[in-house]
């Protein structure tokens, strides 16, 4: 059980998995939804994966603090936390699908592989910053084209990095994780946890 030592946590993110993440804490946490840019988290020229989406996460962060600062300054003081998760094979970033073909072409280059799941975290706080970065590898069962088919015919497949979410029924693909299991998921608490502890965000309850 934590306490959170600020009247509630922002989350900069619209994932819903996020949230439900976050609220395995126990912690009062609200989501701060950003209009969308016309050229959402763009990879840089020859940007390595894990500058990728530490940058990304850090830039969300960034936007999120503008957002507040122009039109909900009485939010200021809260403490606001944003993350990326990128799905990669070596230096390939593997994105959310545009659509159903882009989904079964993804899942294909995943079939029989182990891939690589960064998720990166970012707090901004009191004008202090910290940032902290998982780094999970999954490993797919060859899949065939009936069941590439049918995941993405099952709408599972779309917004999510990867073309799978593995809290779903994507699960049955995984015959084996080394990392955090909720980094996969979008947001590894453990180094959340970790994060907003050495900001003095989070503390443990007085023992009477």
């Not at 990128?86 to 294909?108: N, Y």
């Amino acid at each position: 059980m934590w306490i959170l030592n600020a009247p509630q946590l922002l989350l900069a993110s619209a994932s819903p998995r996020r949230l439900d993440l976050l609220r395995q804490l126990h912690i009062p946490v609200d989501r701060l939804i950003l209009p969308q840019q016309a050229d959402d988290e763009p990879r840089l020229t020859d940007e390595p994966v894990i500058d990728y989406v530490m940058r990304t996460s850090a830039d969300k962060n960034l936007r999120a603090q503008e957002h507040v600062a122009k039109n909900m300054p009485m939010l200021e003081d809260m403490p606001i936390l944003s993350g990326d998760t990128t799905v990669a094979i070596d230096q390939t970033i593997l994105g959310k699908p545009q659509d159903d073909k882009d989904a079964r072409e993804i899942l294909h280059r995943l079939s029989g592989q182990t891939h690589d799941v960064f998720s990166a975290v970012t707090v901004f706080w009191k004008g202090q910053s910290r940032h902290a970065l998982s780094h999970s590898r999954v490993t797919f069962t060859e899949l065939s084209e009936m069941q590439i088919r049918a995941y993405v015919a099952s709408g599972e497949a779309h917004g999510k990095a990867g073309a799978y979410g593995i809290q779903g029924s994507a699960a049955g693909f995984v015959s084996r994780i080394e990392g955090s299991y909720t980094g996969i998921v979008g947001l590894p608490l453990f180094e959340t946890t970790q994060t907003l502890h050495m900001m003095g965000l989070l503390r443990v309850p007085d023992q009477d």
